[in-house]
């Protein structure tokens, strides 16, 4: 698996790095985690490449846990020199905040763990010609162009990402994991004569289609193959009546409950939102710790899991930056708030075992609690789209996210779709344009009748889920099969 991105370890340096941290008796915790990455980004539109780039950087990460609290420090270096002095810094701010704390920060210790992880990859994409790359994405865009007015404008994007870690500890564990991370989609946009826009999106929202994995799933995203639905769609969208007023059943294609996941269950179960230690960018949490066990979040058929061995999952690893192994767990079960994404720090505030979800963007930043692969089960009776389409008399189907807001304790939504279709007696009526629906998160969830069966559930990958100042990127994955929800608030979001 060849790339111009891939650096190893320097062993020697990370080994006196740690080295020099067990010879401090305060030192209660320390981890040396060493990250090389490297990124392409590529795409064409209107015809031409508007973003040919590649990025590459690779540093070492020193976190230190001295008698109270933590130390941080980083560098670029790779020799043993700058990895020890990474580490002294690291010391230093760990007792100089220590002197100020009123307490020492609670921090388990765990078993070592050792090992390595590395991407599912059948062609590497790194090895293939950037010219082919290219054609690939010229394709599916001078198709789209090619149906004329008012189709005014496409594009399409193929994004890689490798990320090679090694983690050390003090504990003894010692990991090595390579990840291999891409997403490919396309868009279209229409105008009408009379200026308005549309637009339709494959396989879903921007950002919203990754998948870790080679150059082998390229094929199976196939843009070509959608081009002639993706053209009708966004031009009948220009003469398509905006969604009416009022309250209805809500049908959720895949990727939009993943989104909905994403916003209204993801976030808010990250516990380091819900203890109050990290509020930038996203904000709190509704789901306080007192309501642990009690909440009713959902319907008795609503199981969220968060899983970090699903196969092709952006949020999949073998160990998080804590060395936590991966693992499968309930966040809700049959409904029920039952626990938190959590780092081995603030699960101890709740005398619970850590979730793994501690992830760090890179070499020069701080592990923070990251979504994983938050995913909804599906449903155990099973079941198409179709038959869920067929059990609905009076519905909405909602497809494509277009925009979307929440407040910020993940508590009150409202998401913009591309396209909806007014569902009568299990028939697709009519397209609506402009289509919102809006919520109260455990209200929204608890309303939820059925989930389809595993036929129709699929894993999406977040390319850009953002937290922390300064502001961490992370790959996140979410599993969702289409769902209903009752007597939900709708409405338009543009002009009628």
């Known amino acids: 698996m060849a790339s111009p991105f ?6 020697a340096a990370l080994r006196a790095g740690l080295e020099r941290a067990k010879r401090e008796r305060d030192v209660r915790y320390a981890e040396i985690r060493f990250v090389a990455d490297g990124m392409e980004r590529l795409r064409v539109r209107d015809l031409r490449p508007e973003q040919v780039t590649r990025t590459a ?3 070492v990460a020193v976190r230190v846990l001295g008698d109270k609290t933590w130390g941080f420090s980083c560098t670029p270096g790779l ?8 580490v002294v810094r690291a010391l230093a701010i760990a007792r100089a905040s220590g002197s100020l704390a009123t307490r020492p ?9 050792r090992g390595s992880y590395t991407s599912p990859v059948a062609i590497d994409p790194f090895a293939i010609p950037l010219e082919q790359k290219l054609a690939v994405l010229d394709a599916p865009v001078r198709a789209l162009l090619g149906k004329g007015k008012p189709l005014r404008s496409a594009e399409a994007w193929m994004d890689w990402t490798r990320t090679h870690k090694r983690l050390l500890t003090t504990e003894g564990t010692d990991v090595t994991q ?4 891409g997403a490919h989609g396309m868009q279209a946009i229409a105008v009408g004569d009379d200026g308005a826009t549309q637009r339709r999106s494959f396989p879903t929202w921007q950002g919203g289609d990754g998948f870790q994995g080679g150059y082998e799933r390229v094929a199976g995203i196939d843009l070509l193959s959608q081009v002639d639905r993706v053209a009708a769609e966004v031009v009948a969208l220009l003469s398509a009546e905006p969604m009416p007023a009022g309250t209805r059943d809500v049908l959720l294609e895949s990727s939009q409950v993943g989104l909905q996941i994403h916003e209204s269950c993801g976030h808010p179960t990250e516990l380091d939102r819900a203890l109050g230690t990290e509020i930038s960018l996203a904000g709190g949490s509704f789901l306080q710790p007192e309501l642990l066990g009690k909440l009713r979040y959902g319907a008795p058929i609503v199981d969220l899991v968060a899983d970090s061995t699903s196969p092709g999952g952006m949020g999949t690893f073998g160990w998080d930056d804590e060395g936590v192994p991966a693992g499968k767990r309930h966040l809700v079960r049959e409904g029920s708030f039952v626990d938190y994404l959590s780092s081995r720090e603030t699960a101890a505030a709740l005398g619970r075992p850590s979730t793994g979800t501690m992830r760090a963007d890179g070499w020069n930043r701080t592990p923070l609690i990251r979504m994983v692969n938050v995913s909804l089960e599906p449903g155990a009776a099973g079941g198409t789209l179709d038959a869920l389409l067929n059990d609905t008399a009076d519905g ?8 979307w807001s929440i407040d910020d304790v993940r508590l009150n939504f409202q998401f913009t779709c591309e396209v909806a279709w007014e569902i009568r007696h299990g028939k697709r009526v009519r397209m609506l344009r402009d289509a919102l629906y809006t919520g109260i998160t455990p209200r929204f969830w608890r309303s939820c009748d059925a989930i389809c069966g595993p036929e129709e559930w699929r894993l999406w990958g977040v390319t850009t889920c953002g937290k922390g100042d300064p502001m961490q990127t ?3 994955g979410h599993g969702a099969a289409p769902a209903r929800f009752r007597g939900v608030t709708v409405g338009s979001g543009g002009a009628a």
């Open 79 to 86: 020799d043993e020199e700058s990895v020890v002095g990474a």
């Open 6 to 11: 891939e650096s190893e370890a320097p062993e």
């Open 474 to 476: 992370m790959q996140v």
């Open 105 to 113: 920060v609670p921090f388990p210790p765990r078993p070592a763990s």
């Open 57 to 59: 950087s690779r540093g």
């Open 178 to 181: 390579t990840f291999t991370y």
């Open 396 to 403: 909405v189907l909602f497809e494509t996210d277009k925009s």
